[in-house]
């Protein structure tokens, strides 16, 4: 009833796991399934980490798959001679294997803690570049005026269409209008929910010029797949002259002498 | 009064001799053999066949979900039917509604009720030689609980807007604001319903569960002697009682929010579709909070017992003592007590104060430690064992395998930095199917492939039982593992179409791929499903204990009548010594008399 060459199979299909597992990460870059171009100041951070631990647990990965396709190989009981080993455990084999990962998860945890700070703690002292605000299924910009100060009467106002500078400090301003939504730069390495009564500060610098994708991330109603903007990232001159474009589009339709439209707009 | 005296204080084996010996109770009627029945192994049935079938449900809305993410608007199979109006596709928010209760299904009306009501009430009392539970009637009721949410959750599709399409985790506001979304309507009321009533049958299943643990076991049967099923039952059912209360009041106050007019969790003014909210002053972040503390134990609740169940299997067809038996009983305690500090690693990116989100994350990072621990030991159990491929063996390998898997992608999450990259992200979807499917689902199948000679006296068929791995095992890898390198690309979950974005359009080929592996994968379960009806009625006779195990369920007759055991079970031992060297055959069983004098003591008694 007991055959060698089903042991052998059966082995050899637990083999397969990390062999085919290790593969799946090694050819996914070459058909350009793998983190998206990064173009932030912090993304190389966030990037750098998730390599550590892919190759720290990678390794672990193939070190205990290993192991289980070894045992399952020689400890056959169609092949192996004798009786199992009576064995309950080893205290030292259980010193070893808690402490051991302890320190592994603990140094782990310990070492991204100054860039978790970076990126969501430490924000730069500036007032806010932009407000954006999500709401069903489109994301609402707020620019300053030429008043440099949000919640003026001369804000500017464009949906989707998020223009930045590159190489500087951008301050976004982060609301909702109405139900949670998630404002998701891949490229950039950013995400960070909207929800609905709170206003969040969110900061990147980005490193390259360039058009990206905003998506929003976080379920939001039946839209919530078509919730899609756009991140023009450009040099100071080009953003420069792109908002005086938008600035005397506004001001050609919309006299700044009734303040209160623009306002109720805002919120 | 009876003049007979029974002494304050007697050893073990005395009391063996005092009680009577035990004869199966006549069966009353049909209705309270079979329907309304107080025997565990009848209740734990009923669970296992109403899960099995919401099982079925909740692939097939699994495989709609994955027709639309590999092929966004085309015509839809058989589904195409309901969609005949707009020419045969999926409507956006239809495809929210599939995943919604595609998750609220497979967690609440199959991995839940399958592992606690279906094994825990089946496997319990056997295992510690109780004639039944503590509390059978309670017993009965936590199965006819779950019937008002099947009705709920049932119904809920056929109301106007659907059924729930805020996601399993509801959050507000919109879940709570009703124009927020057309299943905001009455599916998502029905679906808050639903969620209680699985509650109530969670919250009797769970009292009744630690009490029968602690007060009934059997002569000799001291808590370290228990199976590690067991133990994980009990450290269940204590996760249970803590945590679900939260999500109970959470509940309650969500179904307050949407039909009393209160504001739990709306903030002022908050207006949702140009409807407003009716008053305001809450918070959104107060649901994520309170539905987490319960959903993030409840992930345990969702892996523990199969972790147990898969410990017996293993030790039975390795033929060795489990390897580690208290660092495992420790390691369970241990996820059980860490897992309720770690809910906050959910809501990272919510808005929560990110200084907060730096504790969360080093107790998240801690809790990967007791799981590590746990699979060190199943590896060592294996070690030096003589492995018998059977269809539970190889069930309960995958499942070890796969939870490596799942909990290695955990810490990818854990790391805060990452998470800004890759939360809400397939990648997030790959952790926790490796977890609940690749684990959970294949530690069940160990266990019903295991524990089916006990339940119905035959065995069911071996060669249909690895086929119905080997695919399933296949076919889950392809569906799954891909999902990481998605996720590494940033692919969002719950978009009906993401190929419009410059960052995601070349994945199509990828996503049709793992949907014709999940076809696959679903297809396969028709072996499980021929193979398990089939053996119920035609398979071979199993006797009391076909795998030559240890456990005290393996003495009683198969199936086990009304009552459980045909004598009174006296445990002598602990349930994992296989190959004791010296010893007549390679397992002894629980009861199984120390030595001669003692078996000989044991017969003059009876």
Redesign the interface.
Known sequence: M?SRL??II?SL??LA?PV??VA??AV?PAF?????ENVSEHGP??DG??MF??V??GV??VV??G??FW??WK???AH?QG????????HS??VV??IL??GV??F??IY??N???D???RRPAMSPTVEVVGR?FEWRLRYPGRDGMLGTPDDLFIVNDLHVPVDEDILVQLKS????H?F?L??L??????????K?PVWFKATQTGE??I????????????M?GHITIESREDFDSWIEKKYAEQESTQPVAEPSDAVAIAD | MSTTTIPSTHSAADLATLLPVRKPRPIADFLSTYVFSKDHKVIGLQFLFSTLLWFLVGGLLALAVRWQVAWPWSDVPVLGKLFAQQGGQM???FY?MLFTMHATVMIFLVIIPILAGAFGNFLIPLMIGADDMAFPTLNMLSYWFMWPAFFAFGASFFVEGGAA???WTS????ST?VA???GSGMGQTLWLVGLTMVGVSSMLGSVNYMTTIILMRAPGMTMFRLPMTIWAMFITAVLQAFALPVLTAAGFMQLADRTLGTGFF???G????NTLTAT?GG???LWQHLFWFYSHPAVYIMILPAMGMVSDILTCF??????????MVYSIAGIAGLGFIVWGHHMF???MN??L??TF??ST??I??PS??K???W??T????????TTAM?FA??F??MF??GG??G??MA????D??????YFIVAHFHYVLFAGTAMGVWAAIYFWFPKMFGRTMNEFWGKAHF?LT?IFL?GTF??M???G???F?R?????Y????FH??QP?NAFMTWCAIGMVTSQIIFAVNFFWSMFFGPIAGRNPWHANGLEWSAPSPPGHGNFDFQPVVYRGP?E????GAEK?YLMQTDPPNAAAAMAAAAAH
């Open positions: 007991r089903l042991g059966w299909v637990f796991v085919l597992g799946t990460f996914a350009d399934i793998w983190l998206p951070t966030v980490l998730f631990i892919l720290l647990t672990v990965f205990t798959e192991l289980l045992f399952l400890y056959d009981a192996a009786p199992a080993t009576y064995r309950h455990g080893s084999l259980e294997w808690t990962p302890a998860l603990l782990l945890a991204q803690m860039s978790w700070a990126i969501k703690m069903q209008a109405d139900v949670l998630s998701f891949p490229n390495r950013i995400k960070q929910d909207a929800v609905p009564g709170m969040i990206f994708d998506v929003c991330a976080e379920l939001c109603g039946w839209g919530h797949y078509k899609k | 409507s956006p928010e929210t399409s805020s996601g959050y507000p506001t919109l604001n927020a979304s057309p709306s903030p002022e908050n207006m949702v579709n305001g918070q959104p972040l390795a033929r060795k003592p489990l390897f580690g038996y208290r660092p990116i919510s808005g990110p200084a989100g730096i994350m080093v990072m801690m990967a430690l590590a621990v699979t060190f030991n590896l060592g294996i070690w030096g064992g003589r492995i018998q491929f190889l390998l995958s070890v395998s490596i898997i290695l992608s810490i990818f790391a805060t930095p990452v800004i990259f890759i939360h809400d992200t080997f095992f890898n593992f891909t990481h390198i998605l590494a690309v940033g969002p719950r978009l009906a179409d993401a419009h974005y410059e960052t070349h994945l990828l994992y296989y190959s004791v060297p390679d």
